[in-house]
């Protein structure tokens, strides 16, 4: 499955290099735009959401959500061939 995870982190110099670890050890992952990463894992929402939640203070915004085949944007060739590769994972 894939989940992009998005986030608005509002601690003026926070350090969250331990967040991006955790992102980083849920799966296979991409990460071309600031505050969205997209996640391969074998793991639900509130999986990703509890490996994430430790990292992440009270006052930041995340929101994990499932990957459809519905989707669109502008992105470089290889992002679209980092989801396209995948979709047999996304969402229905």
């Known amino acids: 499955m894939i989940y992009a995870i998005n986030y608005d982190l509002k601690r003026p110099g926070q350090n969250y290099d331990e967040l991006h ?4 050890n849920l799966g296979d ?6 505050s969205t990463w ?3 894992t074998n793991l639900n929402a509130k999986g990703v959401w509890d490996r994430l939640a ?11 959500i499932g990957v459809t085949r519905d989707y669109s944007g502008w992105l470089t060739h290889e992002a679209w061939e980092w989801i396209n590769s995948r979709l047999n994972r996304l969402a229905a």
Not at 21 to 24: C, F, G, M, N, V
Not at 29 to 34: A, N, S
Not at 57 to 62: E, F, G, L, P, S
């Open 21 to 24: 670890k955790a992102i980083k």
């Open 54 to 64: 430790p990292h992440v203070d009270k006052n930041d915004r995340v929101l994990v």
């Open 29 to 34: 992952w991409w990460h071309y735009l600031g």
């Open 38 to 40: 997209l996640v391969d």
